[in-house]
T-cell receptor, first 117, second 115 residues
């Protein structure tokens, strides 16, 4: 069964360093998302991406964040200068175009746990 | 105002019994989708069940069913015949059609299944 994959599973970095989180969405999906979950809290939307451009972003997604689809399979989230408060689990998700119930569902990857020291 | 409210931070259920996890939502969009995800201690988010706002019948997926009461804006998850492996965090989420497809999550309910 196709699934969303994410690498690395755990990333430890020093404050101020750049990190790139990688995702491979399900191959026929066209909408891509990043969410984050600070430990013990709810999942929060960061950004959505469709047709090679950002379609929506949240207040959290400031100038320190960027997303890219560098090729036909990868979808990346870059944090330019990490802060302590960026420590969280980052989830990538994808879905097909909305064609009924199954097209509406976002499938999540296993997450990347980012720890900023 | 909270868009998705899960009022039960923690729930206990005896193995093999049924349990209902509550979720209420708030939207003025007539078209929306409601989702439940399971997050075990390993951290991944597992899709369980979906209900569209125009669906006439309550969604079911195996032991999971969604008790959709549109007038009350509630979308409770019912797990029948609980198993030890059901112990996890459960999140209710909503997608509003006028908001570009993003999911808005509730705070979650931690379910513990007792043997």
């Amino acid at each position: 069964e196709p699934e969303v994959t994410q690498t690395p599973s755990h990333q430890v970095t020093q404050m101020g360093q750049e990190v790139i989180l990688r995702c491979v969405p399900i191959s026929n999906h066209l909408y891509f998302y990043w969410y984050r979950q600070i430990l013990g809290q709810k999942v929060e939307f960061l950004v959505s991406f469709y047709n090679n451009e950002i379609s929506e972003k949240s207040e959290i997604f400031d100038d320190q964040f960027s997303v890219e689809r560098p090729d036909g399979s990868n979808f990346t989230l870059k944090i330019r200068s990490t802060k302590l408060e960026d420590s969280a689990m980052y989830f990538c998700a994808s879905r097909v175009v909305p064609q009924g119930a199954m097209g509406d569902t976002q499938y999540f990857g296993p997450g990347t746990r980012l720890t900023v020291l | 105002a909270q868009k998705i409210t899960q009022t039960q931070p923690g729930m206990f259920v005896q193995e093999k019994e049924a349990v209902t996890l509550d979720c209420t939502y708030d939207t003025s969009d007539p078209s929306y989708g409601l989702f439940w995800y399971k997050q075990p201690s390993s951290g991944e988010m597992i899709f369980l069940i979906y209900q569209g706002s125009y669906d006439q019948q309550n969604a079911t997926e195996g032991r999971y069913s969604l008790n959709f009461q549109k007038a009350r804006k509630s979308a409770n998850l019912v797990i029948s015949a609980s198993q030890l492996g059901d112990s996890a965090m459960y999140f209710c989420a909503m997608r509003e059609d006028n908001q570009g497809g993003k999911l808005i999550f509730g705070q979650g309910t931690e379910l513990s299944v007792k043997p």
